[in-house]
């Protein structure tokens, strides 16, 4: 299975946006790339996922490379809410992965009031 | 829509007990996996049901049992409770591959 690299953690203030950056060099043509977040003591919730193009959704943008190796989320205004823990994770549609998601450690975002 | 529900929201039992973690989706999805999460740590998949009348291990099935009852329903169940599955159990369903997974809020177990 392709793999992600996350920094371990990230600090922001809040209302000044946020850039979380994600590595995945092994990536296949068929893998699409997903976000999770984790709020504390809740399960994760889906933020934004896409293949190739960059994507923007009410929670969030995508920006993926031209070569697809990294990724990055960015949230445009960072609010105390969006303390969480972010999961960059590759998901294959379809093939023999069945759906399954392989989450790594994820980068734990803090902001700041 | 209540979306993934679990029960219980947490639990308490002793070494070698057993018990059974419910999980429902009303989303009508097909596909539908349980995670275990231990402090500090990602999910980590234990059984996943690709679609109703399936189910397969995932990476840490041990010491655990599935069954998909029916579309909507998806148990989890612990035959001899040992201390290592103290975790966070939480429930997810998909519609298909193409779209994002859904998570229940979680189940805290803790074996004494």
């Known amino acids: 299975d392709a793999k992600t690299t996350q920094p371990n953690s990230m600090e922001s203030n809040e209302e000044e946006p946020v850039h979380l950056p994600c590595n995945h060099s092994?990536?296949?043509?068929?893998?699409?790339i997903h976000w999770y977040r984790q709020l504390p003591s809740q399960g994760p919730e889906y933020v934004i996922h896409?293949?190739?193009s960059n994507v923007n959704n009410r929670m969030a943008s995508l920006a993926i490379a031209e070569d697809r190796k990294s990724s990055t989320l960015i949230l445009h205004r960072a609010t105390l809410r969006d303390a969480a823990v972010y999961y960059c994770?590759?998901?294959?549609?379809?093939?023999?992965?069945?759906?399954?998601?392989?989450f790594g450690q994820g980068t734990i975002l803090t902001v700041h009031p | 829509n209540a979306g993934v529900t679990q029960t219980p929201k947490f639990q308490v039992l002793k070494t070698g007990q057993s018990m059974t973690l419910q999980c429902a989706q009303d989303m009508n999805h097909n596909s539908m996996y349980w995670y275990r999460q231990d402090p500090g740590m990602g999910l980590r998949l234990i059984y996943y049901s690709a679609s109703e009348g399936t189910t397969d291990k995932g990476e840490v099935p041990n010491g655990y049992n599935v069954s998909r009852l029916n579309k909507r329903e998806f148990s989890l169940r612990l035959e001899s409770a040992a201390p290592s599955q103290t975790s966070v159990y939480f429930c997810?369903?998909?519609?298909?591959?193409?779209?994002?997974?859904?998570f229940g809020p979680g189940t805290r177990l803790t074996v004494l």
């Open positions: 994770i590759l998901d294959n549609a379809g093939g023999t992965s069945y759906g399954k998601l392989t």
């Open positions: 092994t990536i296949s043509g068929t893998d699409y």
């Open positions: 896409g293949l190739t």
């Open positions: 997810a369903s998909r519609l298909d591959y193409y779209n994002e997974q859904f």
